[in-house]
């Protein structure tokens, strides 16, 4: 047995345990894992781009095939109902032959129906984990995602087994690809259009199967912070990219942000700050670290940097309190990431639920909870010019304590975002990112 079939079969005595454990404690008797199905376009013959759901990729390393089905019981093999319609419209997907594979029964169903009729005659003591396609409506299920099922399997998913660490630094190292081919296209004068090709091309994957859509923004749309253009036009001048691009390796994702300057030295300068208070941070990412703590913390380091490089005009410190590190760092400092590339249950204050709430002003952080060993999150602090948000500390006291001539003159570079992914391990974490860089450089 290689490592990694070792690894997978730790990984699905995991599942297994934890899936036995949550049936038992909320009283229902198996567990039917849907993988999704094709969403039709309205008055179409088309489909929405298909992505299977994390539950289902959690127990299976499939990611295109819809309409199969897990079948998770306590004290036996779990069955997957694999989808194979009889089709020469399209190609069916060939029966799956992984070593992972000996850990299911697998069954080959043409339809969703055939699919029912190889489950137990009775559903009525079994939970339906997905959005359920509508054939589903007469099977007597007992409950579709009940939350006392659910929510503790969101909860524990945020803890990952050495396989998914082992899926987590394949997509990372496919991400430094990508981001390597994506910064040589920039440095070329690539337009937007033609960075994102190059980085496809280096990961080689399609763009459906990236797990979030790719930001490429050259000069002021780096201010656009989910900016979801791609220009075919060359601009006139180029001044910075941020790239924030990832990829996903069975069904697990990396989330990786560079920032890059064309030419100019001072923005370079910006960056290396930037990417030094980022590192500075990765070093608070450890076992028991609020993440909280580190949002706020990531806050008085970005406006140190904005104070050091002449942006703002009073003290970090006095910088958080009235809410101008906020104009300049909007967003949250970071998420859990895993089988989603925003992972469920970062807030989840408990296995049976409640939220952990946000710091006050700070409306947009995803993650409130205290890091585990095995927590993969990450770190991506920035320093935007946005201008709406410029625009209304004009307006308000803040106005003073910002250096408008400053602002305009770094406005053409529109921000900064250096984004790494971590493995929280026993003692601080391990940067799957800067590994993976390394390792393909
Ligand atoms: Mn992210």
Known sequence: MTDLQAEYAAHAASLQQRFEHTLAASGWQSA???????????????????????????????????????????????LLLFHQPTDFWYEPAPLPDGPWTRHFDLLAVPDLTAARSALPRSLARTAFIGEPPAEAESWGLGAINPPELLLPLDYGRAVKTPYELTMLRAASRTAASGHRAAAAAFQAGATE????????????LREQELPYNAIVALNEAGA???????????????????????TQFNGYASDVTRTWSFRDPDFRDLI????????????????????RDIHLASHRAIAQVAH?????????????????????LPHGIGHLLGLQVHDVAGLQKTPEGGDIPRPAGHPYLRLTRVLEPGFVVTMEPGLYFIEPLLAQARGDARAALINWPRVEALRRFGGIRIEDNLAVTATGSENLTREAFAAVA
């Open 272 to 291: 290396d700050a930037v990417d030094a208070a980022q590192q500075q941070l990765c070093a608070q990412v450890r076992p028991g670290a609020d993440w």
């Open 308 to 328: 050091e490089a002449g942006i703002i005009r009073c003290s970090p410190d006095q910088a958080v309190e009235c809410g101008v590190s906020s104009v300049f």
């Open 224 to 246: 656009v912070l989910h900016y979801q253009n791609l220009r075919r036009h060359r601009p006139a001048l180029h001044h910075s990219l941020l790239i924030d691009a990832g």
């Open 32 to 78: 039917l894992v849907y993988s999704g199905s094709l969403t039709p376009i309205f008055r179409d013959d088309q489909t929405q781009p298909f992505r299977a759901h994390a539950w289902f990729k959690a127990w299976a390393p499939l990611t295109g095939v819809p309409d199969c089905l897990i079948h998770v019981q306590p004290g036996a093999k779990p």
């Open 193 to 204: 259009y033609e960075i994102h090709l190059a980085f496809l091309a280096a990961c080689g």
